[in-house]
């Protein structure tokens, strides 16, 4: 079996259209031709077969006509138009002069004869006296047919190329603003995030090219982050850090075993200390780059486990850490993330309440309206018998490294970060409140309604 041969379309939009519309283009004008020819041929047909018919029909007489033949040898007559004449005896007594034989038996009305290497279209009348017989050559009318149709397809024979020019000049003045991006694109540097001009773009282009510029600013803005993220960590491992090589030096000078032995105790608070921070801006880090995919998550069994994670370091402070209601709540997110929110928000809590204090969790369902469509989502709500925050501090402790003035407890300053970019991550309020029941702090976790 004779494999057929695959036509390789160019990927350029540009010699695409090109390809198509001039190929539209050609065959438009031979199918024009076409229909032309055929209109023609049949347009010819119809006048000729008249023709004939009011010839034959003018021949009819009564008078009996005289035989004639070629008179002239060197004469070779009309072989495109014959006329015959018989007797009812079969007699022939006229003939045009005419080389072509044709057949001595006519058939009445229309058909079509082969002679004399061609074909002709015979009429054949019968009257009382004679029988009159017209035959036209085909070729004629192929030739008058072709002669009418060349008239018609010429004038788009000559003004096609003008029209390839027209279409050519067309498709590149309309991809010319495209080209335009590609340079602008082409001549940026790395870090040159800026936006890409639509002017003039066509409408399907124009899209692109917007979302193009969306995706630019969100790539700034995550440059931006990574680049504040980069100097703030850098700025706050340099204080752990010179404070590790003093308490090693300190170690080192120790002279005696007491004095050794409070060296080291601070040296291990230090390391502690520089290994919480380095994991809050890994887990910062992670937690802002994170993209991965929500599915349903269970707000009570969060919960429970974070509750659980963190009971060793409330028994150990003597506060009562538990759960004071517990709601069955779910919610679209990302299970691990708002695992972390939740233990950055207990861990917070147990960390900043004096000791024999309490901290309480609590999930609340989505509150619905009489319609039954949900008036308010899934809220996940940290109260603690702390020292609280202040009104004008509360906006402040979610930057970056920012720890309420006068605060004793240790920490890196990105727990409350971190939890905000968990909860704008799943599109959850964020509320600090003075908790009424327990006197501290009140965190609400509030999640869009469903």
Known sequence: MMAVPKVNVTH????????????AITMAAVAQAMIAYSSALNDADQIFDYHMQQMAMSLRSNAPMA????????????????????????IQVFRSLSRAELPQRAVLGFSNVRANGTTYRVFSA???????????????????????????VGPIALMAPVLMLVVWWVVSGSLAPVARVQRQLASRKADDLSEVSDADLPDEVRPLVQELNLLFKRVGTAFEAQQNFVADAAHELRTPLAALKLQILSLARADSSEAREVAIG???????????LVEQLLVLARTEAADAKLEPVSLTDLAKRAVGDMAGAAQGREIDLGLEQVDEATVQGQGDALLILLRNLVDNAVKYTPAGGTVDVSVLAPVAAAGGHATAGARLVVEDSGPGIAQEERERVFHRFYRVPGSEAQGSGLGLAIIRAIAERHGAKLLLDASERLGGLKVTVEFAPR
Request: glycine share 8%.
């Open 12 to 23: 350029s939009l540009r010699g695409r259209l090109l390809w198509f519309l001039l190929a």
């Open 67 to 90: 035989a004639t033949g070629n008179t002239d040898p060197n004469d070779p007559g009309n072989d495109e138009m014959v006329v015959q004449v018989w007797t009812p005896d079969g």
């Open 126 to 152: 019968q009257t009382a006296t004679q029988t009159i017989q017209i035959a036209q050559d085909l070729a004629v009318r192929k030739r008058m047919a072709g002669t009418l149709a060349l008239r018609t």
């Open 266 to 276: 601070r040296l291990s608070a230090g390391v502690e200390r520089a290994s919480r």
